[in-house]
């Protein structure tokens, strides 16, 4: 029902910056959130930051706070997740995700997943 396309990523040094884009397709719902979530090898997949499609609730991880921006276009049914100061831990696949009716910050929460885009920290 919701495609949604990851791009953006790609190798950086630490301490650069990245932006990944998420454009979502079909019916999206105003009352979805858009979330980013990260899934590093052997670890699960992770919160990172969410967006309501509606509105400017916007919601971050703790060690994201500060470095990372999540904005919208309506527009455009686009998401943007602004990584600044990016770290080698940061190094993951990213996903984006629609739905989050119930919860914003919840893998299990989220309907639709888009194929990941992967980010790559240089030390």
């Known amino acids: 029902q919701v495609q949604l396309v990851e791009s953006g990523g790609g190798l950086v040094q630490a301490g650069g910056s990245l932006r990944l884009s998420c454009a979502a397709s079909?019916?999206?719902?105003?009352?979805?959130?858009i979330g980013w979530f990260r899934q590093a090898p052997g670890k699960e997949r992770e919160f990172v930051a969410a967006?309501?499609?509606?509105?400017?609730?916007?919601y971050y991880a703790d060690f994201v706070k500060g470095r990372f921006t999540i904005s919208r276009d309506n527009a455009k049914n686009t998401v943007y997740l602004q990584m600044n100061s990016l770290k080698p831990e940061d190094t993951a696949v990213y996903y984006c995700?629609?739905?989050?009716?119930?919860?914003?910050?919840?893998?299990?929460?989220?309907?639709?997943w888009g194929q990941g885009t992967q980010v790559t920290v240089s030390s």
């Open positions: 995700a629609a739905g989050g009716v119930l919860s914003a910050l919840r893998v299990g929460s989220y309907d639709y």
């Open positions: 079909g019916r999206t719902f105003s009352n979805y959130a």
């Open positions: 967006i309501r499609w509606s509105g400017s609730s916007t």
